[in-house]
Nanobody
Framework: QVHLVESGGGLVQAGDALRLSCVASGLTFSSTGMGWFRQAPGKEREFVAAISYSGRTTYYADSVKGRFTISRDDAKNTMYLQMNSLKPEDTAVYYC?????????????????WGQGTQVTVSS
């Protein structure tokens, strides 16, 4: 059974940084495309960042490009999202996602596995 567990969320001020972690189990993590998505209150879940199995290919939403960095440590079965220069509009529940393919994509429907989410709140 696949489990994805996010951690690292919290309440911060605008301009601060946070690092989210996602620990995976029950799958061959090194062969799994991974992504981060987020959902703000009253809005649909949206793509944030994705990373392919090697870590060499990454994708970012325009809204986070230059501020967020996605990475992975296959030895620890863990994916990260370093979030710098946080803005109030980054406030959302952040979800870790994995798919049965080596390539991470920007499309929510491509992902088979989801974590429970971690809340990030950025105050102005």
């Amino acid at each position: 059974q696949v489990h994805l567990v996010e951690s690292g969320g919290g309440l911060v001020q605008a301009g601060d940084a946070l690092r989210l972690s996602c620990v995976a189990s029950g799958l061959t993590f090194s062969s799994t495309g991974m992504g981060w998505f987020r959902q703000a209150p009253g809005k649909e879940r949206e793509f944030v960042a994705a990373i392919s199995y090697s870590g060499r290919t990454t994708y970012y939403a325009d809204s986070v490009k230059g501020r967020f960095t996605i990475s992975r440590d296959d030895a620890k079965n863990t994916m990260y999202l370093q979030m710098n220069s946080l803005k109030p509009e980054d406030t959302a529940v952040y979800y870790c996602a994995g798919r049965s393919n080596v390539i991470g994509t920007i499309y929510l429907a491509d992902y088979n596995y989801w974590g429970q989410g971690t809340q990030v709140t950025v105050s102005s």
